[in-house]
Structures are given as structure tokens and as C-alpha cells.
T-cell receptor, first 114, second 112 residues
Framework: AQSVSQHNHHVILSEAASLELGCNYS??????LFWYVQYPGQHLQLLLK??????LVKGIKGFEAEFIKSKFSFNLRKPSVQWSDTAEYFC????????????FGTGTQLKVEL | SQTIHQWPATLVQPVGSPLSLECTVE??????LYWYRQAAGRGLQLLFY??????ISSEVPQNLSASRPQDRQFILSSKKLLLSDSGFYLC???????????FGPGTRLTVT
């Protein structure tokens, strides 16, 4: 089965600092990759996704992620974080088998300080 | 547009009591439906998924069950709750053959 690793469990940054959150997956076939975000008190929502094509994908709120097939990675980046980016971030990858299932990482809690 | 509802938002139940959590989706037909449990530091664990009415696949053997009595309704149940069933339960849907999932607001279950 697919597995997803998010190595940074808690990240604290100051406003305007750059952000990079790591995501590595195990299955080497065709992948669909996602980053979801959960702001305090809100639904889990899609931040960005990669299905095919340009490996550098851009999402909402200035986030981007780069798919590096050789490294089985899909790291999330933002050049300058804001206090409002404080949230929990989850990486997800499609799983094998039926049901169009996703496997999620354990999440990274990001806190941005003023 | 599509919306997903879950209720109740919070629930406190004693050990041994039954459970029924409901999820409904509006604005789409024949969605795939999913139940997850989210635990702090452990991400989202897929519990059940369904690709159609009456079709339920279980991912993790446990004290819970799921049913899909209607196309856009997904129910998570238990006959007797355990303390370990406490957690945050999320329902999600996707268009058939798509991996992109959309999540509901969740239910916080506390078993006492």
C-alpha cells in the first residue's frame, strides 16, 4: 500500500519567512498528488494538486509545490508566509486499488508568529 | 454547486451506547463517499469508502460500520461505543473516477 511521510510535524516561522514542507511517498507508479490545508475551525480544503504536466504547480494563497519523480517528493513552498497561514497541512497521494482512495501524511502544524 | 453536510457537529456518548453519524452531499450524483478518522499527529485514517448505493468497503477492522442507503447519504454507525472510538470523524466525497476529494466539517465524538 501507498505510504506518505511528512517529516516536519511542527513548524514555527516568523511572518515573511519562507516555507518549505516536505512530503515523500512510496508508490512509484502514476501518482496524483495533493496538499490540503485545515485552518483553525475550518473544513479541510484543497490547496493544490498535481495530476500530470508541469511538475511545478501553483495553488491558492501563493502556495506552490514541486513534483520530483526521482525523489518521490511533492514539497510545498511559499516564499513569504503570513500569520493567516497558520494551519495544519496534509499531503496526500492516490492509493492503489478501487475507490479512488487517498493516503494522507500525518500532517504538519504550521504556526506563523507576528 | 456541491455541498457536504455532517451532523452532529459534536457528540458526547457513554461507553457501550450506539452511534450514528450522518453525511449528505448535495449538487452531485453518484459520488464516491469516504469516512475518515483524524487523530492529532496521526493524519487521516480512511475507515470506509463507497462507490455506490449499498456498496461499502472497509479499510480498517474495528468497532464501526458504514452504510449508504441513498446515493448521497453515508452513515457511520456503531452498536456499542468504546473509549478508543473518540476522535474527529470526517466525511468526504469525490466525483467517480477522480481522486480529488472534498471534505465536510467533521464530527467531534467523545466517548466517556
Amino acid at each position: 500500500a501507498q505510504s506518505v511521510s511528512q517529516h516536519n510535524h511542527h513548524v514555527i516561522l516568523s511572518e515573511a519567512a519562507s516555507l518549505e514542507l516536505g512530503c515523500n511517498y512510496s508508490y512509484g507508479g502514476t501518482v496524483n498528488l495533493f496538499w490540503y490545508v485545515q485552518y483553525p475551525g475550518q473544513h479541510l480544503q484543497l490547496l493544490l494538486k498535481y495530476f500530470s504536466g508541469d511538475p511545478l504547480v501553483k495553488g491558492i494563497k501563493g502556495f506552490e509545490a514541486e513534483f520530483i519523480k526521482s525523489k518521490f517528493s511533492f514539497n510545498l513552498r511559499k516564499p513569504s508566509v503570513q500569520w493567516s497561514d497558520t494551519a495544519e497541512y496534509f499531503c496526500a497521494v492516490n492509493d492503489k486499488g478501487g475507490g479512488n482512495k487517498l493516503t494522507f501524511g500525518t500532517g504538519t502544524q504550521l504556526k506563523v508568529e507576528l | 454547486s456541491q455541498t457536504i453536510h455532517q451532523w452532529p457537529a459534536t457528540l458526547v456518548q457513554p461507553v457501550g451506547s450506539p452511534l450514528s453519524l450522518e453525511c449528505t452531499v448535495e449538487g452531485t450524483s453518484n459520488p464516491n463517499l469516504y469516512w475518515y478518522r483524524q487523530a492529532a499527529g496521526r493524519g487521516l485514517q480512511l475507515l470506509f469508502y463507497s462507490v455506490g448505493i449499498g456498496q461499502i468497503s472497509s479499510e480498517v477492522p474495528q468497532n464501526l460500520s458504514a452504510s449508504r442507503p441513498q446515493d448521497r447519504q453515508f452513515i457511520l454507525s456503531s452498536k456499542k461505543l468504546l473509549l478508543s472510538d473518540s476522535g474527529f470523524y470526517l466525511c468526504a466525497w469525490s466525483v467517480a473516477r477522480s481522486y480529488e476529494q472534498y471534505f465536510g466539517p467533521g464530527t467531534r465524538l467523545t466517548v466517556t
